[in-house]
Each structure stands twice: as structure tokens, then as C-alpha cells.
């Protein structure tokens, strides 16, 4: 049996928070909303904290890629990254940002299945 590390799901983790942070937070004004509840969102903290947690998703499959030193999760979860951080900071766009979170989620997604084809020679 392998034993697990944090490396082994951190992307896969700040990619979910990234997620939650961007379409949770939209769900939970909905619902509130049609409650009757209005709630004053500082937009610029909401959007630096979908950018950080995809940010950290990057690292964390960054820090894997050194490992097994396939490109194609790397490469994935930075467009997505890059995506992300652009339409949350410089021009938002509802395609963008789904692709965004489209690539960080493939690039997560392939990190992993590398990691789980290798067995123990991936951290």
C-alpha cells in the first residue's frame, strides 16, 4: 500500500475551492436572495480568492510535474490559470472563465491519473 501525502490531493482540493469559491458563492446569493436576505459582496475579495485557491491548484500540480515530469497537466492547469485570473481581473467574461475552470479541472484531473497509473513514484 502507498502511502499518501499532501501533495497527492492538494491540487485537486484548492481546484474545488476555486470552484466553490467562484460558482458556491453565486449559488448561496441565489438562494439567500430568493429568501428575501440582500448581502453587500466586496467583488475584489471574491475574485482574489477564486484567483489564489486556482493559483494554488497550478503550484501544487507544479510541484507533482517535478516528480513524474509529464507537461500535459502543467500545461492545462496554466491556461486554466491564466484564463481565470484573466477574467476575474482585467475583463470578465462568463466563456472564459468556464473554460478556465474547464482547463484547471483537466489539468487536475490528467495530474491525477498519472499519479494513480505510477503508484509510489509520484508525491
Known amino acids: 500500500m502507498t502511502q499518501k501525502r499532501t501533495g497527492d490531493w492538494l491540487a485537486a482540493l484548492a481546484t474545488t475551492f476555486s470552484l466553490i469559491a467562484c460558482y458556491g458563492t453565486l449559488a448561496a446569493i441565489a438562494v439567500l436572495s430568493a429568501l428575501g436576505v440582500t448581502i453587500a459582496l ?3 475579495v471574491w ?5 489564489l485557491f486556482a493559483a494554488l491548484a497550478f503550484v501544487a500540480l ?7 515530469r509529464r507537461i500535459a ?3 492545462l492547469a496554466g491556461i486554466g490559470f491564466l484564463l481565470i485570473a484573466f477574467t476575474m ?6 466563456l472564459i472563465e468556464l473554460a478556465g475552470f474547464a482547463f484547471l479541472c483537466a489539468g487536475t484531473f490528467v495530474d491525477w491519473r498519472i499519479g494513480r497509473g ?3 513514484d509520484v508525491a
Do not use: C, D, Q, T
Request: no cysteine; aromatic share 14%.
Open 89 to 94: 481581473i482585467i475583463s470578465y467574461e462568463r
Open 62 to 68: 507544479f510541484f507533482r510535474w517535478r516528480k513524474h
Open 42 to 44: 466586496n467583488e475584489a
Open 73 to 75: 497537466p502543467i500545461l
Open 118 to 120: 505510477r503508484g509510489s
Open 47 to 51: 475574485a482574489s480568492a477564486i484567483v
